[in-house]
């Protein structure tokens, strides 16, 4: 009798470890659509010169935006229209897309860090004042996690880190290949494309947790 009562109590001990670890630990999901970054220089080209983006929606990530204004994107095969400039303005324009949206542009859009374009292959934006035609920029941006320091270390991650990332609901599933992003900028929130989230039928602010 004792030693059922010593194992019962391991046993409620664990439970209670894996859902207090669960309920800390978990990171909301923001899908992105795809979506463009400008530069100064091609903001002014796209909507004349002077333009300054105009705030539709606060994002998540302190200091980021969804703006008002839209452009188009141009491939070799297809395009798409009003496809949202989220601000502020950067040091390199980029066009963050899906696989899938690949397909329809007819352009082989690498998987890559945000920034990290060396290589990418070019779109056409075209703006109600010009057109910019990039001669790169256009990613499928690897899915990451946004956290401070602090979140950083209760999870025993790091900056840089790869990880595997566990997802809930009707379509259970496991992400690998997540990068861990830290700054005491960011917000806490794993960023995955609209392919990724469809796959294991995740919404915005669903949650997962990194696998140990």
Not at 41 to 50: M, S
Request: proline residues 4%; contains cysteine; glycine residues 8%.
């Amino acid at each position: 009798m004792m030693v059922n009562e010593e194992l019962l109590k391991l046993i409620t001990e664990r439970v209670m470890e894996k859902v207090v670890n669960y309920n800390t630990y978990k990171i909301p999901v923001g899908v992105s659509n795809r979506h463009v970054h400008v530069t100064r220089e091609d903001l002014e080209t796209l909507f004349g010169k002077g333009y300054e983006l105009t705030v539709k929606g606060e994002l998540k990530q302190p200091g980021q935006f969804a703006s008002n204004e839209t452009v188009a994107i141009r491939g070799p095969k297809g395009e798409f229209e009003r496809v949202r400039i989220l601000g502020p303005v950067r040091k390199q324009s980029q066009i963050e897309i899906s696989k899938t949206d690949s397909f329809r542009l007819g352009v082989k859009a690498l998987i890559r860090e945000s920034g990290d374009l060396s290589g990418t292959p070019g779109l056409e934006l075209v703006g109600p004042k010009g057109t910019v035609l990039l001669p790169q920029g256009a990613i499928v941006a690897l899915r990451h996690i946004h956290m401070t320091p602090q979140q950083a270390e209760a999870m025993g991650v790091w900056d840089k880190d790869i990880v595997e990332v566990e997802t809930f609901g009707e379509r259970h599933g496991v992400f690998g290949d997540v990068l861990i992003r830290v700054s005491d900028q960011f917000e806490l929130e794993m960023h995955v494309d609209v392919d990724e989230a469809n796959a294991c039928a995740l919404k915005n602010n669903d949650y997962v947790i990194i696998r140990h």
